[in-house]
């Protein structure tokens, strides 16, 4: 599955900077605040994850990325 991001609230593409009643955006925010399943910490915004079998996990963790 390629890579997907999620834009940080209140940028074009990402949820509401508020609380809303939108489905997408409540989507969005539960997707952003799923454990990556190599690093254990939240997908979040603004960094790319993919769908695989075991569950979501970011393309590059925020660890591997400063090495």
Not at 40 to 64: A, Y
Request: charged share 25%; net charge negative.
């Amino acid at each position: 599955m390629e890579p997907r991001v999620i834009p940080s609230p209140g940028k074009p593409g990402g949820p509401c900077e508020r609380a809303c009643g939108h489905i997408a955006c409540h989507e969005k925010l539960q997707i952003a605040g799923t454990l990556c399943r190599k690093c254990s910490r939240t997908i979040g915004f603004d960094i790319e994850f993919e769908r695989t079998d075991i569950g979501l996990q970011h393309v590059v963790c925020p660890d591997e990325a400063a090495e």
